[in-house]
């Protein structure tokens, strides 16, 4: 399943990551892919990217497959399960851009430095049903990009095709679409991290009893929906801080509110969904900061310039 989340601090710095949730780890590394590196496509012209790239993903035929990546301009995109939803074309259309579902992370991060620059590159952009390897299906994915001044969700679908929609909530789920979690968001509006106040109903005095009153009905279970909801509203209310460490620290106390813990949702093949790492990228700092399910230790890695310029993929476990 899994979560995405975005916000800057009051500097204007962008902090980007997500968790991943899934019932199974896929032997995830951390990924940096430095400049000059051969970048095949399925539909365009092969070329060899032109800005670092620094995520998690895991590495085939070469190829990094990011499920959440930066590049060193402060543009970043994460790739998060669309189920029921996600279609995309059967083959090539003459005129558009095409790529491969399994493409656009790198290409958006290769071409573009500002999420302006790909909102305007979208609108001529088809996502073809093409996996790197034939033997392998193809994942369906819906994209949350954001630099620090904006964040656009990216989901292409049988119904409407491709969409782009603006997403100021800096929050990103699972099914059903972007269009629906935010109409079923307007049920939530009288959440409030204040306390409720005491009311006569009847002449019978009612009073609240404890703190977070306010926030009763704020959902806590793991479905896509209440997950998009419990975000959006942590990310709106919680304080404003200043520094690195601080917001970082911010980012994991949101995430870590909407992880699965294993027991507590077991899916159709019958194994733990689970939040196997959580993620955060300091933009300020080109520092990319995750833990681990089992490893609760904040582990970090700086994009240096070495790596940058490296002339070979630099795959670390995670």
Avoid at 167 to 178: E, I, M, R, W, Y
Wanted: glycine share 6%; proline share 5%; net charge negative.
């Amino acid at each position: 399943m899994c979560t995405g989340l975005r916000f800057t601090d009051p500097e204007g710095n962008l902090y980007f990551g997500r968790n991943l949730d899934v019932g199974i780890d896929y032997g995830k590394k951390l990924i940096i892919t430095p400049r000059n590196y051969p970048l095949p496509y399925k539909f365009l012209d092969d070329s060899k990217t032109v800005k670092a790239t620094i995520g998690m993903g895991i590495v085939m035929d070469d190829y990094p497959l990011y499920f959440d990546c930066c590049n060193e301009d402060g543009l970043c995109i994460a790739g998060l399960n669309f189920p029921h939803y996600a279609q995309f074309s059967d083959g090539p259309v003459e005129g558009k851009t095409n790529l491969a579902p399994y493409e656009l992370m790198m290409w958006v991060t290769q071409e573009f430095s500002s999420v302006a620059e790909v909102k305007q590159a979208l609108k001529n952009v088809n996502l073809v049903n093409k996996a790197l390897i034939d033997s392998l299906p193809v994942a369906p994915l819906h994209w949350l990009i954001s630099d620090q001044h904006e964040a656009i969700v990216l989901e292409q679908s049988r119904q409407y095709g491709l969409r782009v929609f603006e997403n100021h909530l800096g929050v990103l789920t699972n099914s059903p679409d972007f269009a629906w979690q935010m109409t079923n968001l307007c049920n939530y509006t009288g959440l409030t991290p204040h306390d409720a106040k005491p009311q006569t109903w009847t002449k019978q005095n009612i009073i609240p009893l404890g703190v977070g009153t306010g926030s009763i009905g704020l959902p806590g279970d793991s479905v896509p929906a209440s997950r998009f909801v419990k975000a959006a509203y942590l990310n709106a209310n919680y304080p404003t801080v200043e520094g690195e460490t601080a917001n970082v620290a911010k980012f994991f106390n949101i995430l870590k509110a909407v992880a699965m813990v294993k027991g507590s949702v077991v899916n159709v093949k019958g194994k733990y969904e689970y939040t196997v790492y959580t993620a955060c990228y300091s933009a300020k700092t080109k520092t990319y900061y995750y833990n681990l399910y089992n490893d609760f230790n904040l582990h970090s890695c700086q994009l240096t310039d070495d790596q940058i310029n490296s002339n070979k993929l630099i795959v670390m476990d995670a």
